[in-house]
């Protein structure tokens, strides 16, 4: 019996320290522990002095044997530790993606910069308009197609007319009503309007619009304003003409149309062969629309104007489809 303890010591201990790794010493240690205790069982023929030493002698190698699994499975455990606060200061690092900003804010960033170059300010106003300041004050006669609700997002309300703005130009309202003259802004923003929707047109988008008044501000400061911004944005070498159009809100209205950035004015697909570009609409600020706005058109007045943003954006990038700016598709936006 003494010798069996003895080889079962040998073994066990002899396992347990060659253990690889955790599970086989685990292995190991339950395989010899029930081996040890199978000698208990044995001992039933032996005379109560045999039992006493051998039981003893039991007990102290299966102390033994315990304290080899611990130890060792304590050295398994500090070269987990190890490993996991290695830090390998040589491993590329991990680029954390981030986002930019839409192609679209990013040219009214641009244009901030171009048009402040040239005095001035930015102002915003709200999305949610009421009928007035979207129609009323801008001298939009009361049977005008554009109050129609084919055209126009009305929304539910108890007392004003609420609708969501189809163009920026109620701003100028609201800024000539809060300020004095002179006024030199441009206003940023999204408008919405209720159409089938196609490659050149959202039911929302964006515009800048544009208002300068002062005692004696011109056609010719508009012309020379619109010139220094498109130079700046699309290159020196570009030219803009005025055509007669028809606005409620500016009198005399036009259209502005810049030569081609494409064939530099010598006609290709994207003028339709004309080698001009429509670009915008604008004005000399009509003067029922001052005195809407409590400013006085006998000793003040001057120009608006309003680009159609996305078609702008368009133009620069060479892009096909005015949707691609609100499809949320990152393969277009990844471009810019
Ligand atoms: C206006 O909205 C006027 N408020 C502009 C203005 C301001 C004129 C100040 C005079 C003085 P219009 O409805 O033409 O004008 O729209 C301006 C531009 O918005 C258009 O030239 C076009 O580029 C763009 N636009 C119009 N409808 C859409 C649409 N559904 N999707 C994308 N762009 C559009």
Redesign the pocket.
């Given at each position: 019996m003494n010798k069996k303890l003895e080889s079962i010591k040998e073994k066990a201990l002899q396992e347990i320290n060659s253990s690889k790794d955790e599970n086989s010493l685990n292995e190991n240690y339950r395989k010899n522990f029930k081996e040890l205790s199978s000698v208990f069982s044995q001992m039933g023929d032996l005379s109560s002095e045999e039992k006493k030493a051998i039981g003893v002698k039991a007990n102290e190698i299966k102390q033994l044997v315990t304290r080899a699994f611990e130890e060792k499975k304590e050295t398994f455990v500090k070269e987990k530790k190890d490993n996991s606060s290695f830090f390998d200061i040589t491993i590329p690092g991990k680029k954390t993606k981030i986002g930019h900003l839409h192609p679209i804010t990013q040219a009214i960033n641009e244009a901030e910069n171009i048009f402040r170059g040239m005095g001035f300010s930015l102002v915003e106003g709200p999305e949610l308009e009421d009928e007035w300041h979207n129609f009323d004050a801008l001298n939009f006669p009361a049977d005008h197609p554009a109050r129609e609700m084919q055209d126009t997002f009305f929304v539910k309300s108890k007392n004003k007319k609420l609708l969501m703005r189809?163009?920026?130009?109620p701003v100028q309202i609201r800024y000539m009503k809060t300020h004095k003259p002179p006024y030199r802004i441009i206003v940023p923003g999204r408008v919405f309007?209720n159409?089938a929707t196609d490659a050149?047109?959202?039911?929302n988008?964006y515009?800048i619009?544009g208002l300068m008044i002062d005692k004696e501000i011109s056609v010719a400061n508009f012309k020379a304003v619109i010139e220094e911004f498109c130079r700046a944005f699309f290159g020196q070498d570009v030219k803009i003409r005025l055509r007669p159009s028809f606005?409620p809100?500016?009198e005399p209205?036009f259209e502005v149309d810049m030569s081609c950035s494409e064939c530099k004015g010598k006609g290709c697909s994207l003028c339709s062969q004309t080698g001009w570009l429509?670009i915008?609409?604008?004005?000399m600020v009509h003067p029922n629309v001052l005195e809407n706005s409590g400013v006085d058109s006998k000793k003040w007045q001057g120009f608006?104007?309003?680009?159609?943003w996305?078609?702008w954006i368009m133009l620069k990038y060479k892009i096909n489809d005015?949707r691609l700016f609100y499809n949320g598709d990152l393969r277009f936006l990844n471009q810019f």
């Amino acid at each position: 019996m003494n010798k069996k303890l003895e080889s079962i010591k040998e073994k066990a201990l002899q396992e347990i320290n060659s253990s690889k790794d955790e599970n086989s010493l685990n292995e190991n240690y339950r395989k010899n522990f029930k081996e040890l205790s199978s000698v208990f069982s044995q001992m039933g023929d032996l005379s109560s002095e045999e039992k006493k030493a051998i039981g003893v002698k039991a007990n102290e190698i299966k102390q033994l044997v315990t304290r080899a699994f611990e130890e060792k499975k304590e050295t398994f455990v500090k070269e987990k530790k190890d490993n996991s606060s290695f830090f390998d200061i040589t491993i590329p690092g991990k680029k954390t993606k981030i986002g930019h900003l839409h192609p679209i804010t990013q040219a009214i960033n641009e244009a901030e910069n171009i048009f402040r170059g040239m005095g001035f300010s930015l102002v915003e106003g709200p999305e949610l308009e009421d009928e007035w300041h979207n129609f009323d004050a801008l001298n939009f006669p009361a049977d005008h197609p554009a109050r129609e609700m084919q055209d126009t997002f009305f929304v539910k309300s108890k007392n004003k007319k609420l609708l969501m703005r189809t163009h920026t130009s109620p701003v100028q309202i609201r800024y000539m009503k809060t300020h004095k003259p002179p006024y030199r802004i441009i206003v940023p923003g999204r408008v919405f309007r209720n159409e089938a929707t196609d490659a050149s047109h959202e039911v929302n988008f964006y515009q800048i619009e544009g208002l300068m008044i002062d005692k004696e501000i011109s056609v010719a400061n508009f012309k020379a304003v619109i010139e220094e911004f498109c130079r700046a944005f699309f290159g020196q070498d570009v030219k803009i003409r005025l055509r007669p159009s028809f606005f409620p809100f500016t009198e005399p209205s036009f259209e502005v149309d810049m030569s081609c950035s494409e064939c530099k004015g010598k006609g290709c697909s994207l003028c339709s062969q004309t080698g001009w570009l429509e670009i915008l609409g604008a004005g000399m600020v009509h003067p029922n629309v001052l005195e809407n706005s409590g400013v006085d058109s006998k000793k003040w007045q001057g120009f608006a104007f309003g680009f159609g943003w996305d078609r702008w954006i368009m133009l620069k990038y060479k892009i096909n489809d005015v949707r691609l700016f609100y499809n949320g598709d990152l393969r277009f936006l990844n471009q810019f």
